[in-house]
């Protein structure tokens, strides 16, 4: 055995995950340094596998490559598309509804719901189709993602560890016990799997929320200044669903989440709250209060004319809404040369070529035209144009764009084109009929060429650190097999458990293979300890369908970090999680189902 490679794989992969695990350096150089070292060790000094071929490095950036790496990616991709398009909003609103008054049980019951149908669809394609629920839930009650989307993950490699074809996992072990004799059934899983299924839902929804509760992901801030409060305005244009609205109980209910400051008609203004007989009607000027989302809303349903905006300017060009067109928000600095000109008359407009939506302001505005508002230093500016003409105010001293606060406003009119394009991937993929990386690569091309979005919001959603963390664990998983690295540790868990009874040897077997699958995949830890299970079940005279068994529950304890499964490496990125959070979370799930199985396994087998 060639201990040099041996122990120089052993001790980088120790050592990234200790690294990783401290949280003191960005997962991306972790990654690249890693790679270097595994790259260099086996570059410079050839390894000879059993067969004579050295280990090349087409082997070890095999990683760059892999289709799990490349579906990931796209189906970021596609989520960024059904999102940017608001193409969930019926059912979310539907949901928020029913579960208005407690976001946490609308939150838990899709959870619940998407663990049950993980146990009859392959659970990749079940948080395809959660994630983008579960963003637009979490913009709608201003929820943090770090909250979400580690527990969906969860949740769905639990459903799947209750049926055959719950996960790939499942079916590889399932294939290469039977080639050595050993059938089971689609539903022979099912009893014990049920259980610590049952046990980690019982986590996942109770305790794990808990644990991240100690930190928020990097959109809470975001969510969080979304719900401060601009005052602008609306024209009620002829063909507007506001148009004929009559007030009840004093106020306008199409109006809400937005709130009525004033209605101006006629030059009159009229101060709620308004008698049950008042009308609008087109032309009416109506002052609102709302957030950011509120007033992009109005705007995505086409409820204010971008060729007469409210703020009383003339359009440098013509404005469409669609992908390319931009919300953000701007202070007016102190000494600004805007300060103390009217809104309609301050040239922002006109030099920008941007449209000024509402102003927010720390003290009382008087109930005066949006036109006429004289602007102060402080103030900010809810603005929207073509991204371009938003960057282009990057840098200006009199005016100080909010950067992180510029947003697409939804193209709703490309909805019906991006929901068609993710069934087509969920259903050609849970039906076999194309391979899921095939569909989710064609599915990013689709959503980018119909205008569901940019190349530019592709781009974002294209996510470096999941890219470089999956490349670098492939090497160092390749390096570890090829060194017999992975057949060292399945031996020595085999020495361990010697000729001790089925339980010791089970429990044994269950910590070994739960622990090697956070390391390498699921899918190698299983092919690589069902046939080590088997012969351990014959050496002791066990069931050897027990012994299988328990390598495909603890094949699907893939919880301790993101490179276990790859619905980990997919909630990843929307919910901003660390190396860390997941080691912080997953761990814990994994002592518990391990104590769980443990305790009961011998029962349920009868041994």
């Not at 990683?63 to 970021?76: H, N």
């Amino acid at each position: 055995m060639d201990y040099f490679h041996l122990v120089s794989t052993l001790v980088i992969i120790v050592g990234t995950i200790i690294v990783y695990a401290s949280d003191r350096f960005p997962i991306e150089a972790v990654s690249l340094a890693s790679l270097s070292l595994i790259l260099v060790v086996f570059g410079t000094f050839p390894y000879q596998m059993s067969g004579g071929d050295a280990l090349s490095v087409t082997s070890l950036l095999s990683g760059f490559s892999s289709p799990a790496l490349v579906t990931v990616l796209s189906l970021l991709i596609v989520g960024k598309g059904l999102f940017a398009t608001d193409a969930l909003e019926g059912l979310t609103n539907r949901i928020g509804r029913f579960y208005g008054g407690n976001p946490a049980l609308s939150i838990a019951v899709l959870l619940v719901v998407a663990g049950v149908t993980s146990a009859f669809l392959n659970n990749t394609p079940v948080v395809v189709i959660f994630i983008p629920v579960l963003t637009s839930l979490a913009a709608r009650f201003s929820l943090s993602p770090f909250k979400i989307f580690m527990p969906l993950s969860f949740i769905t490699i639990l459903g799947g560890m209750t049926t055959m074809v719950g996960s790939s996992t499942n079916m590889i072990a399932a294939g290469m016990a039977g080639e050595q004799g050993v059938e089971i059934g689609f539903f022979d899983i099912t009893g014990m799997g049920v259980i610590l299924a049952a046990v980690g839902y019982l986590y996942v929804l109770l305790i794990l929320p808990r644990i991240l509760s100690g930190k928020d992901g990097e959109q809470a801030e975001s969510f969080r200044s979304s719900g401060t409060q601009f005052l602008g305005e609306i024209v009620i244009l002829p063909d507007s669903r506001l148009a004929g609205d009559y007030a009840r109980s004093g106020f306008f209910p199409k109006l809400s989440p937005l709130s009525l400051h004033a209605l101006i008609r006629n030059g009159r203004t009229l101060l709620p709250p308004y008698d049950d007989d008042v009308e609008l009607s087109p032309g009416d000027r109506l002052q609102l209060t709302g957030t950011r989302k509120a007033f992009m809303d109005m705007v995505a349903k086409g409820e204010v004319d971008l060729s007469a905006p409210p703020d009383g300017s003339v359009p440098v060009q013509e404005q469409k809404v669609g992908p390319h067109y931009h919300l953000a928000e701007a202070v007016i600095a102190p000494g600004s040369l805007f300060e103390g000109r009217s809104i309609r008359y301050s040239g922002i407009q006109q030099r920008f070529g941007i449209t000024i939506f509402g102003v927010r302001r720390k003290s009382r505005m008087a109930r005066t035209p949006l036109s006429q508002l004289r602007l102060e230093a402080g103030d900010t500016l809810l603005i929207g144009g073509s991204e371009d003409d938003i960057m282009a105010m990057r840098g200006n001293h009199d005016i100080l764009l909010l950067e992180h606060s510029a947003e697409s406003v939804p193209p709703r009119d490309k909805a019906l084109i991006a929901s068609v394009i993710f069934a087509a991937i969920v259903i050609l993929s849970a039906t076999g009929i194309s391979p899921i990386a095939v569909n989710s690569v064609t599915g990013a091309l689709l959503m980018i060429a119909f205008g569901c979005l940019t190349f530019q919001q592709a781009a974002r959603a294209f996510d470096r650190q999941i890219f470089l963390l999956v490349g670098a664990s492939i090497a160092m998983s390749t390096a570890l097999e090829a060194t017999g690295g992975a057949q060292l540790i399945a031996q020595g868990i085999v020495h361990l458990a010697g000729s001790n009874s089925a339980p010791v040897a089970m429990a044994l077997l269950f910590v070994g293979v739960a622990a090697l699958t956070n390391m390498l995949s699921n899918n190698a830890a299983a092919a690589l300890f069902i046939p080590i299970a088997l012969d351990m079940a014959r050496q002791i005279g066990a069931p050897p369908e027990a012994f299988a068994a328990t390598v495909i529950y603890a094949a699907n304890c893939s919880f301790a970090t993101p490179i276990a499964y790859q619905t980990n490496l997919m909630v990843m990125g929307p919910g901003h999680y660390s190396f860390s959070d997941f080691l912080r979370a997953g761990t814990p799930l994994i002592i518990l189902i391990t104590v769980v199985f443990s305790l009961l396994a011998p029962w349920y087998y009868g041994l």
